[in-house]
């Protein structure tokens, strides 16, 4: 019975050592998606419509300096919305290549 009880406080305090650990880890994605203007959804909704390339949508986002969790939240909605992304369609056509100055 003694050594049941030692195994149960053995258990406890590793649990209680491990939650600090745990706590990090989850600060990791806590800003991992937020809230999005529709007007920047659309903005780059219509990016996505005219390279058809989530990369390319990503690009632009990360040099227009969106917050991480605002890209993550656009690519997540854009993904939903088009469940099925054009790259992923065997034999579907390449989408046309983005203007020159897309990324200026």
Same mark, same amino acid.
């Given at each position: 019975?003694? %050594?049941?009880?030692?195994?149960?406080?053995?258990?406890? +305090? %590793?649990?209680?050592?491990?939650?600090? #650990?745990?706590? #990090?880890? +989850? =600060?990791?994605?806590?800003?991992? &998606?937020?809230?999005?203007? =529709?007007?920047?959804?659309?903005?780059?909704?219509?990016?996505?419509?005219?390279? #058809?390339?989530? =990369?390319?949508?990503?690009?632009?986002?990360? $040099?227009? !300096?969106?917050? &991480?969790?605002?890209?993550? $939240?656009? %690519?997540?909605? %854009? !993904?939903? $919305?088009? $469940?099925?992304? *054009?790259?992923?369609? *065997? #034999?579907?056509?390449?989408?046309?290549?983005?203007?020159? =100055?897309? +990324?200026?």
């Amino acid at each position: 019975m003694n %050594l049941h009880r030692s195994a149960q406080i053995f258990l406890t +305090l %590793l649990a209680l050592a491990a939650l600090p #650990g745990c706590a #990090g880890f +989850l =600060d990791l994605y806590r800003n991992d &998606r937020c809230f999005v203007p =529709d007007d920047r959804y659309a903005y780059a909704r219509e990016q996505f419509i005219q390279t #058809g390339s989530l =990369d390319l949508v990503q690009l632009r986002m990360e $040099e227009l !300096q969106w917050q &991480r969790c605002e890209r993550n $939240e656009v %690519l997540y909605r %854009l !993904q939903k $919305e088009f $469940e099925v992304l *054009p790259e992923a369609l *065997p #034999g579907a056509p390449q989408p046309p290549a983005p203007p020159a =100055d897309f +990324l200026r």
